[in-house]
């Protein structure tokens, strides 16, 4: 969301697209050894990547280790809920340590939003 004075107004559909696409191959040293990376550029539109964007964004410790990462490179396996329901293939996701998390892609903007809140959380958490 944006806001315009006092008013919060939604983000357009396409909004950070450019902005997402601009940022391909970028690299940003952070304090305390801590990098992110970002990877992002159109694709065509197929089954696992209905957006056309194919996408890493991550964040790195001074170890180089990943902390979180968000993309859409492989597939997960949706953890399963019941044993007859449909099964929908999952790619956008998000990793933390070792875990991996089904991510919903709604936006570009939404993608940048997420992927920098979890950043700073994680930053400050660490007394970053």
Known sequence: ???NGENM????????????LELDGEVFPMDNGF???????KTPVN????????????LHDRYNQRVIGYHNAHGIKPPQKKK??????????????????SYEFESAYQL????????NAILESRGV
């Open 47 to 58: 089954k696992h990547i209905p957006h056309g964007i194919k996408y890493s964004l991550t």
């Open 112 to 119: 940048l939003e997420d992927f920098w809140n979890d950043v």
């Open 84 to 101: 007859f329901s449909g099964r929908r293939d999952v790619w956008d996701h998000k990793h933390r340590k070792s875990s991996v998390y």
């Open 35 to 41: 990098w992110v990376k970002f990877i992002a550029h």
């Open 1 to 3: 969301m944006f806001i």
């Open 9 to 20: 107004i939604e983000a357009p559909k396409g909004a950070g697209l450019e902005t997402l």
